[in-house]
């Protein structure tokens, strides 16, 4: 049984930065693409970015390109979200996400691309 467990949210101040990590088990790690994505109440869950599984090729929606950076460690079974200049906009609870699918390709940024789901850690940008 795959589990993607993410931890690392919290409240930051706008212009701050935040790390989330997102630690799988039960699964051969470095055979899985992985995302980030997010959710606001009453609104759909939105990509934010992707990894392939050597971490070779990243991939960002237009909002957070420029500021977040995507990046694994398959020896750690993680994969990481680095926020930077974060924005009240970017308030959400994050889920990390894991893809059997390979290349990715237009499946990126697609909900029905992603095989696991973590719980979701809440990030707060205060204005």
């Known amino acids: 049984q795959v589990q993607l467990v993410e931890s690392g949210g919290g409240l930051v101040q706008a212009g701050g930065s935040l790390r989330l990590s997102c630690a799988a088990s039960?699964?051969?790690?470095?055979?899985?693409?992985m995302g980030w994505f997010r959710q606001t109440p009453g609104k759909e869950r939105d990509f934010v970015a992707a990894i392939d599984r050597s971490g070779s090729n990243t991939y960002y929606a237009d909002s957070v390109k420029d500021r977040f950076v995507i990046s694994r460690d398959n020896a750690k079974n993680t994969v990481y979200l680095q926020m930077n200049s974060l924005k009240s906009e970017d308030t959400a609870v994050y889920y990390c996400a894991a893809s059997r699918v390979a290349p990715l390709g237009g499946y990126t940024a697609l909900l029905g691309g992603y095989n696991y789901w973590g719980q979701g850690t809440q990030v707060t940008v205060s204005s």
């Open positions: 039960g699964c051969t790690f470095s055979t899985y693409a």
